[in-house]
């Protein structure tokens, strides 16, 4: 079937410390991807995307690219704030139209 | 604010009441998703409609569960005697379906405790 996996967390970082969270998704056909960002209480914000192979998303700061090779799409930012606090989502989008994510990675930063 | 909105943001019941959430979708979006998240889980899908067409339901969606989107604009979601079980965080999203690949996009969802 149609899954996701990440990283588990919680992942630790110093404030402006380099961040990778790993995601990888199941080879069923050429999917969409996302990543999303949920603050404590809130719901999700979309925070970048790719839609072929190949593809970056970015968005401030972040970076994801699209392998289809290794069916990865690793979430990077060069230098951590303490803002970036929050539970990262990986996601594909189904031929359903719905998406299916994967368990979620919470990063803390500290000052 | 032209996002999504959903209410209400909290609600607390007891075992057995009905609840209904409502979720009012970007307005120019035509496809309407509800998911469902417990703590410390990914959300997982419900359900989602097409204008008011209802398009696809999860077997996580049990007869107690029922959703609607009268008029292809707001949505509501409807659950009849609540179990402990059902306690937890639920999200609607919208779309486009004619641009974007189907990105959606998230309300601030409707946390659900039931005692």
């Known amino acids: 079937g149609n899954s996701v996996t990440q990283m588990e967390g919680p992942v630790t970082l110093s404030e402006e410390a380099f961040l990778t969270i790993n995601c990888t998704y199941t080879?069923?056909?050429?999917?969409?991807l996302f990543w999303y960002v949920q603050y404590p209480g809130e719901g999700l914000q979309l925070l970048l995307k790719?839609?072929?192979?190949?593809d970056k998303g970015s968005n401030k700061g972040f970076e994801a690219t699209y392998r289809k090779e290794t069916t990865s799409f690793h979430l990077e930012k060069g230098s951590v704030q303490v803002s970036d606090s929050a539970v990262y989502f990986c996601?594909?989008?189904?031929?359903?139209?719905?998406?299916?994510f994967g368990g979620g990675t919470r990063l803390m930063v500290k000052p | 604010d032209t996002g999504v909105s959903q209410d209400p943001r909290h609600k607390i019941t007891k075992r057995g009441q009905n609840v209904t959430f409502r979720c009012d979708p970007i307005?120019?979006?035509?496809?309407l998703y509800w998911y469902r998240q417990t703590l410390g889980q990914g959300p997982e899908f419900l359900t989602y409609?097409?204008?008011?067409?209802?398009?696809?339901k999860s077997r996580l969606l049990s007869d107690r569960f029922s959703a609607e989107r009268p008029k292809g604009s707001f949505s509501t979601l409807e659950i009849q005697r609540t179990e402990q079980g059902d306690s937890a965080m639920y999200l609607c999203?919208?779309?486009?379906?004619?641009?974007?690949?189907?990105?959606?996009?998230f309300g601030p969802g409707t946390r659900l405790l039931v005692l």
């Open positions: 999203a919208s779309s486009w379906s004619g641009s974007e690949r189907g990105t959606q996009y």
């Open positions: 409609f097409q204008n008011e067409a209802q398009l696809e």
């Open positions: 080879a069923t056909g050429y999917p969409s």
């Open positions: 996601a594909r989008l189904n031929a359903g139209n719905m998406l299916t």
């Open positions: 307005s120019e979006h035509n496809r």
């Open positions: 790719a839609t072929k192979a190949d």
